[in-house]
Every structure is written in C-alpha cells, then in structure tokens.
C-alpha cells in the first residue's frame, strides 16, 4: 500500500519549453501533495503545497507563476514548469498524505522526475 | 522550515560494520521519520517514531526517538552492500516535512 508513482521518469526539454509532471496516489487518497527540488548530493526542498480543490501554497522564493500546480483530484497532482531554463535542471519529486494514515506527518515519495533543460 | 542537523553527512563502511547516525534540532518534534534514497529515487520510508524514548525496529535497522524529542538516532547492523544510499531524518512540522542534510552511506565490500 501506499504507493505514489511519478510520470514521466525524466524529460529533456529545449529552454523555453513547458514541462508538466504528474503525482499520481495509487492505492490511497491523498488531500495533500507535496513538491520538492532536489539538486545533486544536496537534500529534498520543499517547493510547494498542494490541497486538493485549492491553490497551492508555495515556500519563499519559489515562483508560483512559474511552478504551477493543480491538484484536481485526491489522486492526482501535477507540477507544470513553464518556460524552462538550465537553471530548472532538477530532480523533482512528488509525495503525498494519506487521507486516513496514521500520523499527519507521514508522507509517501514518489519515484522523482529527472527535468534536464538544453 | 525547522532545521534538522544530521551527521555524520557521509560514511564509508565495511560490509558487517554496523552504522550509526543522528539527528538533533533546536526544536521539539512530535514525530521523526527516517527515510533512505537510492540514486535516482524517491525517498523511502524506513522507521516512523511517535513517541518519545520509543525504541523501533524494522529488520536490521534501529531508531530512537530522544527523550527530550530533540533527537533522533539510526542504526545499521550488519551492513551489506544493499545498505548503500543517502538516509535522511525528518520532522513535521505544519504539515510539512522538515529534512536533514542527509547521511551518504557507502559500504565496502
């Protein structure tokens, strides 16, 4: 159980380009999903919350007109990074709350999606 | 969010060595988790701590959540060439995940 998938996998993009990033809870509903940036050997960086039916809330100094997120399901989010550059070059990964879980504070992390912008 | 200090930040290790690592924060935590990342991977959980002094096991990996809840410790015993990766303690706090600066264990084998 709980199980969170990440579509795609990894994506290289010319600058300019859009990107979207799927979140998807496989076998739980989750309210809450999370979106975090991860450089190399560096730790996880909250980007953005994102409840279901609303906006996303998003950490200082991430620009939410940059990093959209809808979150249109209780299954499903989707992070979409618009006109990307190498800077957005990243490990973007996804994770979720469960509805009902144990603890509010346990999340689950999907797989990641390696973004590589030319 | 609420920072987490972990160390050590990376570890080299012979194959049945048993690990250790930690977590400390300035403050006060109602939960700590501890998470390893493969490369090119998400984060898995590993061990969930609710409670204060809780002492929790799953396989060969052990974690106690400090009594002043400041504190979290992991180990590895026994360690074998699968145990490779980046291990992170993290705390939640409003609902978000506050993450250390992750533990890179490297085994020899």
């Known amino acids: 159980g709980a199980v969170v998938s990440q579509h795609p996998s990894w994506v290289i993009c010319k600058s300019g380009t859009s990107v979207k990033i799927e979140c998807r809870s496989l076998?739980?509903?989750?309210?809450?999903m999370f979106w975090y940036r991860q450089f190399p050997k560096q730790s996880l960086m909250l980007m953005a919350t994102?409840?279901?039916?609303?906006?996303?809330?998003?950490e200082q100094g991430v620009e939410k007109d940059k990093f959209l997120i809808n979150h249109a399901s209780l299954t499903l989010s989707t992070l979409t990074v618009t006109s990307a550059h190498p800077e957005d070059s990243s490990f973007y990964i996804c994770?979720?709350?469960?509805?009902?879980?144990?603890?509010?504070?346990?999340?689950?992390f999907g797989p990641g999606t390696r973004l590589t912008v030319l | 969010g609420q920072q987490l200090n972990q160390s050590p930040q990376s570890m080299f290790i012979q194959e049945g060595e048993d690990v250790s690592m930690n977590c400390t924060s300035s403050?006060?935590?109602?939960?700590w988790l501890w998470y390893k990342q493969d490369p090119g991977e998400g984060p898995v959980l590993l061990i969930a701590?609710?409670?204060?002094?809780e002492l929790t096991s799953n396989g060969r990996l052990t974690a106690q959540f400090g009594i002043t809840r400041k504190d979290s410790f992991l180990n590895i015993s026994a360690s074998i060439p699968s145990d490779v990766g980046i291990y992170f303690c993290?705390?939640?706090?409003?609902?978000?995940?506050?993450f250390g600066a992750g533990t890179t264990v490297t085994v020899r084998a």
């Open positions: 994770s979720a709350r469960e509805l009902a879980g144990v603890s509010f504070g346990e999340q689950f």
């Open positions: 076998d739980f509903q989750a309210t809450t």
């Open positions: 994102s409840n279901e039916g609303s906006k996303a809330t998003y």
């Open positions: 403050s006060i935590f109602n939960t």
């Open positions: 701590l609710y409670k204060a002094g």
């Open positions: 993290a705390g939640p706090h409003d609902y978000k995940l506050s």
